[in-house]
């Protein structure tokens, strides 16, 4: 299979990513078959994510973060997770990135990476026609933000809204929902995730 030029700088990211999946996954002691079990992902997709052969998209990675009882901050590439537990603040420079540039979402993590975090920030930026996918996905906690540029469909169960600047959202993520950029330029959203 040979990928188009634009695509080859981005595979690292998908090897990193799917390298964090595989460590935390054993960490866990959990087998690729009980992963696939709690997630509903088939063992072949799951096997490929971690090797870097596919992109996951936020849902998916929604769906492991939960399996695995961790935040999805946890499966940003080891290089960008900051050792030291106790940290307070993080300097613009050494936020974290986690690409999901199939998907044409980034997300930056502002706050402090420590194992058990329950509350994590970050700001969402959507390319144009960037979405979590047609499906709606549900995991653990609750999520807010604020749109700080752009505009965004927000769908939450039955309901949709288009967020512009200056809206704000708040719903347990629990609920089925999805979002996509509604803005022909980057939307970008300031975003709360608590567990």
Known sequence: MSLPAADLPHLHVDREIGARLRQLRRA??????ELASRTGLSIGFLSQI??????????????VAD????????LFPADQRQADPTATIVRQ???????????????QLLTPQAEGAKLNLFIVE???????????????GEEAGLVLSGAMLLN????SWVMR????????S???HRFANQHDGVTRVLWVNCL
């Open 67 to 74: 399996a695995l009882g961790t935040a999805i901050s946890e």
């Open 174 to 176: 629990s609920r089925p």
């Open 93 to 107: 420079p050494d936020r974290g990135e986690l690409q999901l540039w199939r998907s044409g979402i980034r997300k």
């Open 126 to 140: 959507m390319e144009p026609g960037a979405s979590t996918g047609d499906e709606h996905y549900i995991h653990h």
């Open 165 to 172: 600047e200056g809206d704000s959202f708040r719903f347990l």
């Open 156 to 159: 939450v169960e039955d309901e």
């Open 28 to 33: 866990r002691r959990l087998s690729l078959e």
């Open 50 to 63: 971690e090797r870097g052969l596919s992109s996951p998209t936020l849902r998916v990675l929604a769906a």
